[in-house]
């Protein structure tokens, strides 16, 4: 059996979020928004699934997404403030309150699953090479698998995985011909068992194995002889997982109230580590998708979410927007998916009752500052640091010191002790750096570099190690020219001589 650690950060997460403001939208920009989509809802109004997208030659970008009798495509680059339906796929719609479908693509080809049954069951093979000139073409629809939850296809092997039921878990297409899928392995019996979903890269796989609470990681350089390396326990259902670029941490999410989306350490498989996690208001992720450092979450009810894990141990919001503004409760309504792997900044998310949303994210990243909160050289606790972007609280401890990440830029925050509003500051945020910023009530002393209330020869100490250390802190820049140099020694010398 494989080492892990877990932390109890779930039941604190879990905690705060039934405590905070309602979720908020920020650092998305709403391109448009295509709500005509849901006309075709059931009388329970489900319909909208999953979205995915694709890039044609010329370097239009499509987004696909599913609809209650089918797959919609539309052209989102040549109008973005209206996207322009371009395709009309259909296919079964019977015996599934969801109405799952699950979509991926290879080269020129799209791949359709769904859960349900009727006309044309099966895996449907969609030829896209025909776009812009023309109307995409369907090629005959593989029946080797007639309903499937979820699909992927594996860029560099050319290897398609289809989640099925037990005992085959897993039924492995491969996509050599692409119009044409030929059926070439699988991973069964305990291999994948209660397979849900499929990630793989370099040879292995990163299996959600559902309802057996685990996500297991499979050597699969040989596709017909998989060998389980490690799992990692699901304390709910075991629903979505992706690698990050470096191929060290695993993202994990559990589809399940009050689980958290998870970050492991995956280096050692004899030794995996929990090192982060993170939960909407909502207390409900769907699923996740890794991009560069950030992670895209379908939040149900909060919306998309977007994650900076430039520090794993640490992930930050730096993106929200609720797709569904009904409320926040933990059901299964809302945004089901996004797509980020777009060629342009777009983001694609779907709705279930509200649509497709095109969004425009220019890549905000997470900072970092700390700091101490003073009034007349005591230190305060229990400040809370309310940030005017998002409504989150950051709290100030038994030390008056606090330290907390948040998307970069400048923002102000308004500063409250015992139901008092103090004062409102702005304070910057450099993206992937950490600095210091103390605050001081009352009015702020000037060269108080150590915060302790007096000048001295000791802030002329501090000040010194930050030049040394080539930190900036603005608690430093005595003369406010942005910069930590001699200059502000001198001045500091002269404010202490004065």
Not at 237 to 254: D, P, Q, R, S
Not at 319 to 340: E, H, I
């Amino acid at each position: 059996m494989r080492n892990y650690k877990i932390s109890i950060i779930s039941i604190v997460l879990l905690l705060l979020c039934k405590s905070v403001v309602a979720s908020v939208s920020f650092n998305l920009e709403l391109v448009s928004k295509v709500e005509d989509i849901t006309e075709h809802n059931s009388n329970s109004n489900f319909g909208v699934s999953d979205v995915w997208g694709y890039t044609d030659e010329t370097g239009i970008e499509y987004a696909i997404v599913g609809y209650r009798y089918g797959t919609f495509i539309y052209d989102v680059s040549t109008n973005p403030d209206s996207p322009v339906l371009i395709a009309d796929i259909l296919g079964p719609s019977n015996n599934d309150y969801y109405f799952h479908r699950d979509y991926k693509t290879y080269g020129d080809h799209l791949y359709i699953v769904n859960e349900m049954t009727g006309t044309d069951a099966g895996m449907q093979v969609i030829d896209l090479s025909p776009l812009p000139a023309s109307a995409p073409i369907k090629r005959n629809t593989y029946t080797g698998v007639a309903q499937s939850h979820n699909l992927w296809i594996d860029n560099d092997s050319g290897y398609g995985f289809i989640e099925k039921n037990y005992p085959e878990n897993v039924h492995i297409v491969d996509l050599a011909n692409s119009g044409a899928p030929v059926h070439s392995a699988s991973l069964s019996y305990w291999d994948a068992e209660n397979c849900h979903d499929i990630y793989t890269v370099n040879n292995r796989a990163y299996i959600s194995e559902g309802w057996s609470n685990q996500f297991g990681i499979y050597d699969i350089s040989d596709i017909l002889y998989p060998i389980q390396l490690a799992t990692i326990p699901a304390f709910g259902y075991a629903h979505n997982a992706w690698l990050n670029n470096t191929g060290t941490h695993l993202v994990t999410a559990e589809e399940t109230v009050g689980m958290t989306v998870k970050i492991w350490d995956i280096q050692d498989l004899d030794n995996i580590n929990l090192v982060g996690e993170y939960l909407g208001e909502n207390s409900l992720a769907h699923n996740v998708h890794v991009k560069g450092d950030f992670v895209y979450i379908s939040h149900y009810t909060t919306g998309l979410k977007i994650l900076d894990i430039y520090d794993p141990t640490d992930p930050i919001e730096v993106a929200a927007y609720d797709t569904y503004p009904d409320d926040d409760n933990d059901g299964f309504y809302g945004c089901w998916g996004a797509y980020p792997f777009t060629e342009n900044n777009y983001v694609y998310a779907s709705d279930m009752q509200y649509g497709l949303f095109v969004f425009s994210f220019d890549d905000v990243e997470a900072g970092w500052v700390y700091g101490t909160i003073t009034d007349g050289g005591q230190a305060v606790a229990g400040v809370e640091i309310k940030s005017l972007l998002n409504g989150k609280i950051f709290t100030s401890n038994l030390n008056g010191e606090y330290e907390f990440g948040f998307p970069e830029g400048d923002h102000e925050f308004e500063f409250w002790n015992n139901g008092i509003h103090i004062e409102t500051q702005t304070i910057t945020i450099y993206p992937h750096q950490t600095t210091g910023h103390n605050i001081i009530f009352g009015g702020e002393l000037v060269g108080d570099v150590n915060n302790d209330g007096v000048l001295n020869i000791l802030d002329i100490i501090a000040l010194v190690n930050l030049i040394l250390n080539d930190q900036y802190d603005w608690i430093g820049d005595i003369n406010s020219d942005e910069l930590i140099n001699i200059l502000d020694v001198i001045q500091l010398v002269n404010l202490i001589l004065s």
